[in-house]
């Protein structure tokens, strides 16, 4: 019995991270409507970045967030300009391409300038577990946790009150009214991807503890992100929170009752079952299926 | 240069690299022309389903399902290569049919991240199955050479299958694109909803190119698992092989065209060797890097690709032949 | 029996009322306009019947047939043809636009093309065969379309704008094909927007104001009836 509750934390812990990853996709494929496939690659680099902070510096990795995370964002923001711009108006397949050689070029780079050791950053608080109610919860789990949810939560109080935000929104909800409205979409593309960028960077830092950095390491992260995206339903913070615990609990609850190597078959079970079942996901505003993408 | 001056000169490289083999004799010349031919057919394949519009990233599933049916069957069961073949065919229809049917709703996008999540998924059971596959250790083909056993000695034997298989293939892709099938697909791609309006089915027409594709890749799979007698779930379902390449090649040479599947194989299956030896012996992913930026500067550039760029020559309002683009800018 | 039966269609989306409560019926062999001002729920209208959109109530009879159940293709099997008002060819040749809807009810080859040719001679359109669509002028392409819907053999028509964006001598040579179709037996359903050439080609016609179906009468009938001056010139509507 137990076992369930410590299994239910550890899921709703790593949810948290999922959720964070999430919303930086949900907003680049809100706002800009391109399916980033180089999505868990920020998330790469954003780790490398840490650990060489870290391995040069002695920085701390939460502390090097400071430096990351506004590196990130100006990555965001110039893959939007040069890779996505270009090709905003091309069909889709073109830029389903255009991202997928994005995301095998950075693997590779990686590979080249960094090798393809897992490497690990130590810290003091790596392993220190907290104990409430007979259910071990490790430290840095938690504090991911608390910092995905804080950050959040800004998030979306920065979409519904700020004038930026809403303007970030309505591009969401139709392009062509905001743009009529005299909204400069393109300028908030650029705000977009780059706070996407930083959010999914902030996520892979908090990873970093319990999590080693290899050129792949992204690679399950931009299916877990759509997945939670479309589950939660697109434009739809609060779904995308929701949906990401799902997925984290879900996950670990597979991984610890059936098989840790078939998690993505279980992945990839849900996102089918979803688009058939429920396209708009759990929370969608109701035009979800034609922004999802469905017939 | 005209362009049935570049038609003719590409018709005399053609006929160089099929003839390369028996002009000169090289073990070396011999592999890599035979290693086009099979990327030509699996290039061909794949672009079936692009004549509507319908860009997979999960063809790697079928063709690993085949090959690991003919293998399968052969090493752990003793039945014939020959028999495998219809059989890896049979299995790669019915994943074809498994990926197809849910994923037929997605648009573009979504439709292509979904099939690489199938084949991802399937890369997955092979190495977890081990009872049926052998995980990660792999099949291997024990060397019994002979027809029966679809095994030689020299490298002859497969220079002409493969030749026969890329020819059949790119044959079965001009009568599908030919034919009522083909133009539905092509109306689909082009505006879907105007197609429906007008009596088409266009989700039955997606699903049967599907099929046709991923049957013709499974059979190719099936053949070059003899080929290369390894057998394991990283090459055989290995996305960068079996489903980016023929997606880049297809790129390159002109999607959703006859000839642009074919042009592509033929100049990026060389290319790719060369960058993958030399490149990657000099420094491991550097290829990669080249092909990603090969496929960021095309998509850019010439989203028709090659093909597109031979169409351009010609005066103007010439009528659809083998090589009209269509995919490159229609939307699904 | 009435061609095509609309009862009491009624679609909404979201607050709005797009249509409300239409009912209406067309004879085989008429020719029905269908005007109203800006938003009044026409190409709506349209949508539902050719199965783009879905009502939340109502009844669609076609030949008898209910057809509301039926998906777009379904309807185009079953005889109902339409146009779009933003004309968008296939990429392909004029003569392959028209085989794409014979194909679908005949898949051989041969047959197609010479049906196919056989259409476009009918529309003057022959001489264009080989052409590719998005080299021609919009008033080629709106005939291309209507060339399309033909080749669906349909028992009723749907033209929605077919006139939209043209000059007058292109219109002068686009209104009698609509009249040369009709004299084939094809019944027609004309959404349209120039008064004149409406009224000059229906034989009956629907005004639609917000969703509603106000009048519903011959083109004389119809400009002499107060609710539908009131509409157009904006005014409220509230006896009608």
Redesign the interface.
Known sequence: MELIFQVLVSGLLIGGVYALISVGLNLIFGVVR??N?AHGEVLMLAMYATFWLNKFFGMDPYLSALLVLPAMFFFGVLVQRV?VQ??QE?????????T??????L???A??FWK?DFRTIQTSYAMSTLEVMNIIISVPRLVAFLVALVSILSLFSFLKHTFVGKALRAIVEDNTVARLMGIKVERLYLLAFGLGAAFTALGGILLIPFSSVY?TVGVPFT?IA?IVV?LGGLGSMSGTFMAGLFIGVVETFGGTYV?P??K??L??GI??LV??VR?QGLFGK?KGTEE???? | MSANRWQLLGFILLAAVVAAPVLVDSKFILHMVTLIFFYVAMTSAWNIPVFGGKMSLGHAAFFGIGGYTGAILYVKFGVSPWIGLVAGVAMSLLGGVIMTLPLLRLRGPFFTLASIAFAEVLRMIAIDWRSLTNGSVGLNIPFKPGWANLTFQSGLPFYFISLILAAAVVFVSYRLRHSALGFHLRASASNDEAAQALGVDTRRAHFIGLLWSSGLTGLIGVFYVFFIYVVEPNTMFSIPLFSLQPALNGIIGGIGTIWGPVIGAVIMTPLGEYLRFYLGTIQQGLNFVVYGVVLIVTVNFIPGGIVSLLARLKPSKGSNGPGSPSGAKEVR | MALLQVKNLTKRFGGLTAVKQVSFDIQPGEIVGLIGPNGAGKTTLFNLISGILNPEDGEIILDGRPIKQLSPARRSLAGLGRTFQIVRPFTMTVLENVMVPLLARDPHMGKAREEGMQVLTLLRLDHLADAQPDSLTLAYRKRIEVARALATRPKLLMLDEVLAGLNPTEISENLPIIRQVHERGVTIFIIEHLMDALMAVSQRVLVMDQGVLIANGSPQEVTSNECVIKAYLGEETPTC
């Open positions: 391109i399916i496939f890779i270009p090709i091309a069909s889709s397949n073109m830029q389903i391409f255009a997928v050689a994005l995301s095998l070029i693997q590779n780079l590979l080249i393809g050129p299916l759509f479309v098989s190597a078939l993505e078959a992945y990839f996102f089918i688009l058939l396209p109701g999802i993408g469905l017939k």
